[in-house]
């Protein structure tokens, strides 16, 4: 009876372990599989993550670059707006010399002052300080110029030495005009910030 009991013994050892070795590599499967699936489910975030940043990225660079074709815009209109008023100021200034078309350019210089506040005042809203000061610059000397004009008119004849003090601010305005220019230029990444 001794060696049944030893001949049960083995078979019985070798049936919980045939049923242990089943039980673990099944729970090291499983194991397996839930690792193998987090490291899936991780990669999946970290894909999304990537995706959203690359997106947040697009989107950022995308507003930078309608800032830019906004800013543009403004300062091409500025400029504009500060070139033809100056011009205007000039054309009167000569039709006040040689008195002739007086009218005609007083009307035009009235346009194009209001043409330059409507581009100023947008340029308020849109440009940076560093423009929007070189602007505020230009706007005040073209606005003393035009004062200096209407000063000039402002009797029953022409006022002569008001008329002779608008020379020197048409040189200073011209200057103002330069500068904001160039401030644009340098602003918009025309000009390199070394020159």
Same mark, same amino acid.
């Given at each position: +009876?001794?060696?049944?009991?030893?001949?049960? +013994?083995?078979?019985?050892?070798?049936?919980?372990? @045939?049923?242990?070795? $089943?039980?673990? @590599? =099944? &729970?090291? $499967? !499983?194991?397996?599989? #839930?690792?193998?699936?987090?490291?899936?489910? #991780?990669?999946?975030?970290?894909?999304?993550?990537?995706?959203?940043?690359?997106? =947040?990225?697009?989107?950022?660079?995308? /507003?930078? #670059?309608?800032?830019? !074709?906004?800013? /543009? $815009?403004?300062?091409? $209109? *500025?400029?504009?707006?500060?070139?033809?008023?100056? @011009?205007? =100021?000039?054309?009167? %200034?000569?039709?006040?010399?040689?008195? @002739?078309?007086?009218?005609?350019? *007083?009307?035009?210089?009235?346009?194009?002052?209001?043409?330059? #506040?409507?581009?100023?005042?947008?340029? =308020? +809203?849109?440009?940076?300080?560093?423009?929007?000061?070189?602007?505020?610059?230009?706007?005040?000397?073209?606005?003393?110029?035009?004062?200096?004009?209407?000063?000039?008119?402002?009797?029953?004849?022409?006022?002569?030495?008001?008329?002779?003090?608008?020379?020197?601010?048409?040189?200073?305005? %011209?200057?103002?005009?330069?500068?904001? /220019?160039?401030? +644009?230029? /340098?602003?918009?990444?025309? !000009?390199?910030?070394? &020159?």
């Amino acid at each position: +009876m001794g060696d049944a009991w030893v001949a049960l +013994m083995v078979a019985s050892v070798g049936v919980v372990g @045939t049923l242990g070795a $089943a039980l673990l @590599t =099944q &729970s090291r $499967a !499983d194991r397996t599989k #839930r690792l193998e699936l987090e490291a899936l489910a #991780r990669q999946q975030r970290e894909e999304r993550e990537h995706a959203e940043r690359v997106r =947040q990225a697009e989107l950022s660079a995308a /507003r930078g #670059r309608e800032l830019l !074709d906004l800013r /543009r $815009a403004c300062c091409i $209109a *500025l400029n504009t707006a500060a070139r033809q008023y100056q @011009t205007a =100021q000039v054309n009167l %200034w000569h039709a006040l010399k040689e008195g @002739t078309g007086v009218d005609a350019c *007083l009307q035009q210089l009235d346009e194009r002052r209001s043409a330059h #506040r409507e581009s100023y005042a947008e340029a =308020q +809203m849109i440009v940076p300080t560093a423009v929007l000061a070189s602007a505020g610059a230009v706007s005040r000397r073209l606005n003393t110029g035009y004062g200096t004009l209407k000063k000039a008119l402002a009797g029953p004849s022409v006022d002569s030495p008001a008329l002779d003090a608008f020379e020197p601010e048409l040189r200073t305005a %011209w200057t103002l005009l330069s500068d904001m /220019r160039h401030t +644009m230029r /340098r602003d918009l990444g025309v !000009d390199d910030l070394g &020159s």
